[in-house]
């Protein structure tokens, strides 16, 4: 669980995806995958674009990374995050045999990492991940804060 030299600038690329998801007028959740210090796949949210239950940042990274590196198994990848993995991301994180995940934001309603489940962590899985919490997470959560203000601002 502990923080390298490369995760604030890494997530600030994730960041970067979640401004794009926001400029689409979605969830700003960005996701990239990195191996070897270079960034194999980008994501973000896409639900509401694609009208697509699956949509979401790290799933699209992983397909993007998996696609690129010519394997579903992505045992070199850290994957970050602006929000803690859900049920269904944290179990892809799992199958994709990805090693250490990192977030920023925890997520109190679906988190599956750390706040509701911890299934990167789960000894009755095949294969368990690193779990790095925390990096950059004012930036994430304001990201997250901001856009459900506005909603609601609109909504007035």
């Not at 750390?114 to 990167?120: C, D, I, K, M, V």
Request: net charge positive; proline share 6%.
């Amino acid at each position: 669980m502990s923080t390298r030299p490369e995760d604030e600038a890494l997530m600030r690329e994730a960041l970067r995806e979640a401004a794009r998801a926001e400029a689409r007028g979605e969830v700003p959740v960005g996701a990239v995958v990195v191996v070897g210090g270079e960034i194999v796949g980008r994501g973000h949210n896409l639900r509401e674009t694609a009208q697509d239950p699956l949509a979401h940042a790290e799933l699209i990274a992983v397909r993007k990374a998996a696609a690129r590196l010519g394997s579903w198994r992505l045992v070199d990848a850290t994957v970050y995050v602006t929000l803690e993995p859900c049920p269904m991301c944290a179990g892809m994180l799992v199958n994709a045999r990805v090693p250490r995940v990192v977030w920023g934001a925890d997520d109190p309603k679906a988190g599956a990492c750390r706040t509701l489940y911890q299934l990167g962590d789960d000894p009755r899985l095949n294969h368990r991940f690193e779990s790095v919490p925390g990096v950059l997470e004012v930036e994430c959560a304001d990201a997250l804060r901001r856009f459900f203000a506005a909603i609601r601002a609109r909504r007035r």
